[in-house]
């Protein structure tokens, strides 16, 4: 299962539409604090997560996700629209497993979803 977290409204449901044609279980959070709740009812395969994003930002998600006992390897690709090298450091120094630079063409989250389940 792909847990898309998404605070925007039109951006996450483009991303569960492609992604759904594609075959994939998805489910989807609006939020870093609502995608833990998703997390502690289903276990996730991969995660695609915003950085920027209110309550719980994708930072602190990623944070919390490798705190937690048994989801320390859990893949996390982290998309946003701010091209800073500071933003895509802090991203990777996290432990994400990619970064990805919106927009981006669904094929290649696609592409990069399949290399990581």
């Known amino acids: 299962m792909v847990l898309i977290v998404e605070d925007d409204d039109v951006q ?3 991303l569960v539409t492609e992604l759904g044609k594609g075959g994939f279980r998805l489910a989807e959070a609006i939020h870093g604090e ?5 997390i502690a009812r289903e276990r996730p395969d ?10 719980l930002d994708g930072f602190g998600l990623i944070e919390k996700v490798k705190g937690m006992p048994g989801l320390d ?3 996390i690709i982290a998309i946003s629209a701010s091209n800073s090298p500071d933003i895509r450091k802090k991203a ?7 970064f990805m ?10 592409e990069r979803i399949h290399r990581y389940i």
């Open 12 to 14: 996450r449901l483009v």
């Open 92 to 98: 990777l120094s996290l432990g994400i497993a990619d």
């Open 73 to 75: 390897g859990l893949p």
């Open 34 to 38: 609502h995608a833990l709740e998703v």
């Open 46 to 55: 991969i995660i695609v997560t915003d950085l920027m994003m209110p309550v």
């Open 101 to 110: 630079l919106k927009p981006f063409e669904t094929a290649a989250l696609v």
